[in-house]
């Protein structure tokens, strides 16, 4: 019962937020206006940029390398420490 009340205060927060930020002007236009005029200018579009780079880059490095150990080998060798390390970390997982 409590979670379905707080399920509900927290939806209409939200609404009521959303509501305000489309609808009421502060500084002559709403806050979703100033968000979408921050968000298209060149700053942000040069930094969004970057880090689209970036994660292109990190993401196809970690393929490459992914598809170079596609032989079966496993990256490392586990031994016997980390064998047993791993033992009880699903035991106490079940």
Do not use: C, Y
Request: no cysteine.
């Amino acid at each position: 019962m409590w979670s379905l009340l707080k399920a509900l205060v927290f939806l209409v927060l939200l609404v009521a937020g959303v509501f305000f930020a489309v609808t009421a002007p502060v500084g002559g236009a709403t806050l979703a206006e100033h968000a979408h005029d921050i968000w298209k200018s060149r700053e942000v579009q040069a930094k969004v940029a970057r880090v689209k780079s970036g994660v292109q880059d990190s993401l196809a490095q970690k393929l490459d390398r992914a598809l170079s150990q596609r032989d079966g080998t496993p990256a490392r060798e586990i031994n016997d420490a980390d064998r047993k390390r791993l033992e009880d970390l699903l035991r106490t997982a079940r």
